[in-house]
């Protein structure tokens, strides 16, 4: 990860150069879930994964199955119904995973239009901590990366208004129309 950059400084007249080790062989994946319901404090559900085996062939982001994974513990821990916003990812979008949500009275999504980030509030989740907690920051190694993601990421779970801002800034709602019988 290219460590993003909010301020830099310099002599007067000379342009700041960051300089970066070469480019990691690692790879990491973060899956998240802004999680909403009038009346009650937002949450942010995630799971943050590393790719050991990406270079040998292996997979370079979540499978359908950890998404499927994700699901279930938010649909334990939030113990109601999910009506998921999802964006137009493969993954999202595999038979496999249409059967599963199919297969889930619990479980309806909805797929946003393509190329549309400023319609997915988890897009503004991962614009906060690229300018909080990942800011201004090269890792010298893998671990300290997943631990200031981790921690980033936490402290944003604690701050719902965070979370709710997020929501604000697609200009969606959380009004929805009535479900028909079938």
Not at 54 to 83: C, M
């Amino acid at each position: 990860m290219t460590p993003p950059t909010s301020r830099t400084w310099s002599r007067r007249g000379s342009t700041p150069v960051i300089r970066v080790r070469g480019r990691s062989q690692r790879r990491f994946s973060i899956a998240a879930l802004c999680c909403y319901k009038p009346g009650e404090r937002s949450r942010l559900i995630y799971r943050p994964k590393r790719h050991a085996d990406h270079k040998n062939a292996g997979r370079r982001s979540f499978a359908w199955t950890e998404y499927r994974d994700l699901l279930i513990a938010a649909h334990q821990q939030l113990g109601g119904p999910i009506v998921l916003v999802w964006d137009n990812l493969n993954v999202h979008k595999d038979r496999r995973m249409r059967d599963f949500i199919d297969a889930h009275d619990w479980l309806t999504a909805c797929h946003l239009p393509a190329y549309a980030p400023d319609l997915n509030p988890v897009e503004g989740i991962w614009s906060v901590l690229r300018r909080t907690s990942q800011a201004n920051t090269a890792f010298t190694d893998p671990n300290q990366l997943i631990r200031r993601l981790r921690h980033g990421l936490r402290q944003i779970q604690y701050r719902s208004d965070i979370i709710d801002g997020c929501l604000a800034a697609t200009g969606l709602t959380l009004t929805t129309p009535r479900l028909q019988p079938q």
